[in-house]
T-cell receptor, first 112, second 115 residues
Framework: DAKTTQPPSMDCAEGRAANLPCNHS???????VYWYRQIHSQGPQYIIH???NNETNEMASLIITEDRKSSTLILPHATLRDTAVYYC?????????????FGGGTRVLVKP | GAGVSQTPSNKVTEKGKYVELRCDPI?????LYWYRQSLGQGPEFLIY????????DSGLPNDRFFAVRPEGSVSTLKIQRTERGDSAVYLC?????????????FGPGTRLTVL
């Protein structure tokens, strides 16, 4: 079973920051948080991952709370091409080669 | 560089037929995963290879499903006696290894439709 909870959908305005929350209250100390997104009719696309510290790359920033029970993915300047389903995943070690267990995700609609 | 490729992109078959779905990994990636995605849901794990061997096939729904990776590179997912419930998008993902920080990269998927 997925170990994360995400809102089913959210809208955001083009050019504004999009903040996507994720709860993972049962996360263990050695489990990473991964974010993927899936644009319509494409395979999931890796965005970012982290363990304890905040992370940033060219796509997004990942903010993890100090107790690690929740995190937020930040898309700094949303564009129409960011419209997708965003999945927050806690990766369980030693489970089938660290397989990814997807939940329902958040359907993000970026509006002009 | 080249990403994960999957062929065919679409496959339509009749109930009871046999199908093969192919995955070409990113060069050098030793770990390979198959997932299945039904309409409106997130992908679900099927099977995982480390090298040539199937290290975990706990996600395969029944014995009609089988996958191979004979040379540790290309993998084929095989479905016998297809049923309408097998209709889904079949996704392949590969990674450098199977560690916690080994990012999985997905292919575009094969959309299977069983009539």
């Amino acid at each position: 079973d997925a170990k994360t909870t995400q809102p089913p959908s959210m809208d955001c305005a083009e050019g504004r920051a999009a903040n996507l929350p994720c709860n993972h209250s049962t996360i263990s100390g050695n489990e990473y948080v991964y974010w993927y997104r899936q644009i319509h009719s494409q395979g999931p696309q890796y965005i970012i991952h982290g363990l304890k510290n905040n992370e940033t790359n060219e796509m997004a920033s990942l903010i993890i709370t100090e107790d690690r029970k929740s995190s937020t993915l930040i898309l700094p300047h949303a564009t129409l091409r960011d419209t997708a389903v965003y999945y927050c995943i806690v990766r369980v070690p030693k489970a089938a080669g660290n397989k990814l267990t997807f939940g329902g995700g958040t359907r993000v609609l970026v509006k002009p | 560089g080249a990403g994960v490729s999957q062929t065919p992109s679409n496959k339509v078959t009749e109930k009871g037929k046999y199908v093969e779905l192919r995955c070409d990994p990113i060069s050098g990636h030793t770990a390979l995963y198959w997932y299945r995605q039904s309409l409106g849901q997130g992908p679900e794990f099927l099977i995982y290879f480390q090298g040539t061997g199937a290290a975990d096939d706990s996600g395969l729904p029944n014995d009609r499903f089988f996958a191979v990776r004979p040379e540790g590179s290309v993998s084929t997912l095989k479905i016998q006696r297809t049923e309408r419930g097998d209709s889904a998008v079949y996704l392949c993902a590969t990674a450098r290894g199977s560690g916690r920080q080994d990012t999985q990269y997905f292919g575009p998927g094969t959309r299977l439709t069983v009539l």
